[in-house]
T-cell receptor, first 113, second 112 residues
Framework: GESVGLHLPTLSVQEGDNSIINCAYSNSASDYFIWYKQESGKGPQFIIDIRSNMDKRQGQRVTVLLNKTVKHLSLQIAATQPGDSAVYFCAENIANAGNMLTFGGGTRLMVKP | EPEVTQTPSHQVTQMGQEVILRCVPISNHLYFYWYRQILGQKVEFLVSFYNNEISEKSEIFDDQFSVERPDGSNFTLKIRSTKLEDSAMYFC??????????FGSGTRLTVV
């Protein structure tokens, strides 16, 4: 049968506002999490990562929060800019499983000038 | 900044033909991966490669697929007897320690 494209949730924000993108991961054995940004026609671009022994990690304009109790990950982008417009994926990595990444479905971030 | 380089950027092939997708990982990286993304869908793991052998592969990576590191710098994905449903973006990635992957820009494979 015909494959159906993934319906991406979309987050639309005003330039300068803060953005929060959420992700639920699936495996309680996952020990490493990464947020990727993907622009149209390009490969996933690393944004920030966090290991399971941490709850929060900050980068430049970005913060990742990890809640292992409810298997939830969030990406906060401060002062969102038009160049932040892209699809954002979380990915989880299970230790000792070939270090393969399992990607989430993605969220499309649209920044309005 | 070091990059993972993939060639070609776009490959069109007839159904049933073999294709080889090429990747040059970052030079001091030890772990190599292939992922694919069918248009509009999630990025999916295909295979991981470490110490000159496959360390993990997904259900997608069946006998139609193979990987090779022929010369210490290139990392290739061969797809034999391509099918229409093999049409996708194929991403190579590398990592120094199994974390902090760097992805290439991808090869768009179109099977006609």
């Amino acid at each position: 049968g015909e494959s159906v494209g993934l319906h991406l949730p979309t987050l639309s924000v005003q330039e300068g506002d803060n953005s929060i993108i959420n992700c639920a991961y699936s495996n309680s054995a996952s020990d490493y999490f990464i947020w990727y940004k993907q622009e149209s026609g390009k490969g996933p671009q690393f944004i920030i990562d966090i290991r399971s022994n941490m709850d929060k990690r900050q980068g430049q304009r970005v913060t990742v929060l990890l809640n292992k109790t409810v298997k939830h990950l969030s990406l906060q982008i401060a002062a969102t800019q038009p160049g932040d417009s892209a699809v954002y994926f979380c990915a989880e990595n299970i230790a000792n499983a070939g270090n393969m990444l399992t990607f989430g479905g993605g969220t499309r971030l649209m920044v309005k000038p | 900044e070091p990059e993972v380089t993939q060639t070609p950027s776009h490959q069109v092939t007839q159904m049933g033909q073999e294709v080889i997708l090429r990747c040059v990982p970052i030079s001091n990286h030890l772990y190599f991966y292939w992922y694919r993304q069918i248009l509009g869908q999630k990025v999916e793991f295909l295979v991981s490669f470490y110490n000159n052998e496959i360390s993990e592969k997904s259900e997608i990576f069946d006998d139609q697929f193979s990987v090779e590191r022929p010369d210490g710098s290139n990392f290739t994905l061969k797809i034999r007897s391509t099918k229409l449903e093999d049409s996708a973006m194929y991403f190579c990635a590398s990592s120094h320690d199994g974390y902090g992957y760097t992805f290439g820009s991808g090869t768009r494979l179109t099977v006609v």
